[in-house]
């Protein structure tokens, strides 16, 4: 059957939620306060009808998880007029086996540049971790912003996928403090 990535629908809330919430564990026990570390499964549900929810699938079994919210989903927390990753977990079973890069290539290039036409998107990840920065950064993600939230040092990393929209379009600032 192989690798199958698709939308999350409602009746997988109760397997996403447990993949976040095993794949967030190493982040939840260094006391980095993230959503998907400590959702529970209302919340799951709700992100799944509000935001574009990806998973995917290795024989049937959903494996890995990412989360693109638009900036109309955000609302006023939304801080670049760009979509945002997160929410991104993979089973701990699977790491380091390319899965999340896998699942994040797809969305980055089949979705977000070949489908929705972004010229850019952004995420946010807590600088104390070890090595989140760098693997965004790697990537090809840059930090363009820092805020503190629940006690840590956030920073957003932006990533240009449509270099000439972007340029059309300008650097945009910060839209909104997000506190």
Do not use: C
Request: zero cysteines; aromatic letters at 12%.
């Amino acid at each position: 059957m192989g690798d199958v990535i698709r939308l999350a629908k409602l009746e997988d809330a109760v397997v996403v939620h447990d993949v976040s919430i095993r794949g967030y564990k190493p982040l939840k026990d260094m006391d980095i306060k993230f959503v998907g570390a400590t959702a529970n499964l209302a919340t799951v549900e709700e992100n799944i009808r509000r935001n574009a929810n990806y998973v995917l699938e290795r024989d049937g079994r959903i494996i890995a998880t990412v989360t693109v919210a638009f900036p109309w989903a955000l609302g006023e927390r939304s801080i670049q007029p760009y979509p945002f990753i997160w929410w991104f977990a993979v089973d701990p079973d699977f790491k380091r086996q390319g899965v999340g890069t896998a699942l994040l290539d797809y969305v980055e290039e089949q979705v977000l540049v070949a489908q929705i036409k972004a010229p850019a998107v952004y995420l946010a990840t807590a600088t104390r971790h070890p090595w989140l920065v760098s693997i965004y950064e790697h990537r090809g993600y840059v930090g363009f912003y820092e805020h503190e939230y629940e006690g840590d040092n956030i920073v957003f990393l932006r990533k240009v996928l449509d270099e000439s929209l972007f340029a059309e379009l300008g650097d945009v600032d910060v839209l909104v403090n997000s506190n």
